[in-house]
């Protein structure tokens, strides 16, 4: 079965940091990758997909992650925090009938 | 003009008590799912339903009877009500099922609390 972890479940940076918010991957196939963020008292909205070929990949709001088969990591990354950037984080693998999300991260930034 | 709406957005109600949380989706996509979020925000899937058949029944008590009368509508209909059941219940859709890389688009949920 595929399944994800992610490492925090609350991260902070100040506004203008690094963000990096961690997700490791199970899969005894090659997997399809994906990070949904939510804000507060709203869904999940797509950040970013891996599927297959460019290994690093694009996403939305200046976010971007990299697939690391060796490493089964699929880790989130900004390169400077906004304020609106505050929002709950889920990495997630998708299988043939349904998606399976980790437990989410928190991001706070500091003014 | 939204793709994936749910209604109510919020629900209060007492223990017991039988309600039901509507879902509609205006994407074309065959694939309809509910996820429940915890107070912890863990997000777990529920049921998959594909062209009005059901795909995925996960462990889930029997008082939550999920209902497709047609393809853009899944609605998930909660008996005798329990504290337990309070959360925020997300509706999903996409398109292919079988296709792996299938990207899954949200509603904006639906809060219950059961007093």
């Known amino acids: 079965a595929q399944s994800v972890t992610q490492l925090g479940s609350h991260v902070s940076v100040s506004e203008g940091a690094l963000v990096l918010l961690r997700c490791n991957y199970s899969s005894s196939v090659p997997p399809y990758l994906f990070w949904y963020v939510q804000y507060p008292n709203q869904g999940l909205q797509l950040l970013l997909k891996?599927?297959?070929?460019?290994?690093l990949v694009k996403g939305i709001n200046g976010f971007e992650a990299e697939f690391k088969k060796s490493e089964t990591s699929f880790h989130l990354t900004k390169p400077s925090a906004h304020m609106s950037d505050a929002a709950e984080y889920f990495c997630?693998?998708?299988?043939?009938?349904?998606?399976?999300f980790g437990a989410g991260t928190r991001l706070t930034v500091k003014p | 003009d939204t793709a994936v709406s749910q209604t109510p957005k919020y629900l209060v109600t007492q223990m017991g008590n039988d309600k039901s949380i509507k879902c509609e989706q205006n994407?074309?996509?065959?694939?309809m799912y509910w996820y429940k979020q915890d107070s912890k925000k863990f997000l777990k899937i529920m049921f998959s339903?594909?062209?009005?058949?059901?795909?995925i029944n996960e462990t889930v008590p029997n008082r939550f009877s999920p209902k497709s009368p047609d393809k853009a509508h899944l609605n998930l209909h909660i008996n005798s009500l329990e504290l337990g059941d309070s959360a925020v219940y997300f509706c999903a859709t996409g398109d292919s099922l079988g296709v792996s890389g299938n990207t899954i688009y949200f509603g904006e949920g639906s809060w219950l609390t059961v007093v």
């Open positions: 891996y599927t297959t070929g460019a290994t």
């Open positions: 994407l074309g996509h065959d694939t």
């Open positions: 339903y594909n062209n009005k058949e059901l795909i």
């Open positions: 997630a693998v998708s299988g043939n009938n349904d998606m399976r």
